[in-house]
């Protein structure tokens, strides 16, 4: 810490005055500097048109109802020099729909604009859309996420796994039933993805989906979340419980094999594990 210089704030519409007000002090205290967040260079990223904190003013909206910290909020924000990035990047090949996400960010949405967004809103999946693979479809809840996914991996006829969550209790505290009492609730498939870390109870793998990572992994190797890769093969471990017919034997999924979109992503893992390949 004693060599920081700068510190670099990230998605700025999301964090709220209390929490800026929160970081000035912890530098201030940190660094032994009454100066404006410690003495240290502060660089902001962030589009101001994108979600506000929950529960909470932004940075730049203050406190309203508060004139104390309204005024110390702005002597914090009201140095900072703005620059604005004008070039589009995402949607660069796309200047229509660019130009929507813009004027439904600012409110300003034209009958053209709702027009293009009714046209790709759909009740079910369209079947140019299971026949592409790559298209994106959003939606309000998990259920109807993992409903769409179950649509789509349905009609497929390649071989499908299924891998069940391993559940154990870190610590050495708390008795063997208030353990299994733990282990027998995590058991519950249907717990939100809240409560089970981002992670499914139960995981479809059929081999020919399209998969994305839904947590980092490793940031340097490009493994975060919404990196995207085809199911190419499954290596199975032991069989579960293989009862007296081998034939009814269940073989655990232990490692994955997807094919990167982006073929940066994964990299040093696969050089890595070459051996296993």
Known sequence: MSELKVVILDEISMISSRQFLWIDKRLRDI????KTFGGLHMLVFGDFLQLPPVHDSAVYSGFPKNPTKHLRVTELWHPFHINRLTQIMRQRDDAKFALALNNTARGTMTEDDIALFQSRTFKSVPAHAIERGNLVRLYPTN?????????IVSIMKTERFVSIAFDQVLGQGGNVAGKKALLDYASNSDLPYQKTGGLATKLQL??????????N??????????????LKKVDLGLPVNSGRDVADAVYKPLRLWLKMENDSSGQKRRTQFRKLR
């Open 143 to 151: 259920a109807l996420v993992n409903q769409c996914n179950e649509e």
């Open 31 to 34: 660094f032994r500097n009454d």
């Open 206 to 215: 059929q081999l020919e989906a399209r998969y994305m990572i839904t947590s």
């Open 217 to 230: 992994i490793d940031t340097l190797d490009g493994l975060v979340n919404g990196t995207t890769g085809y």
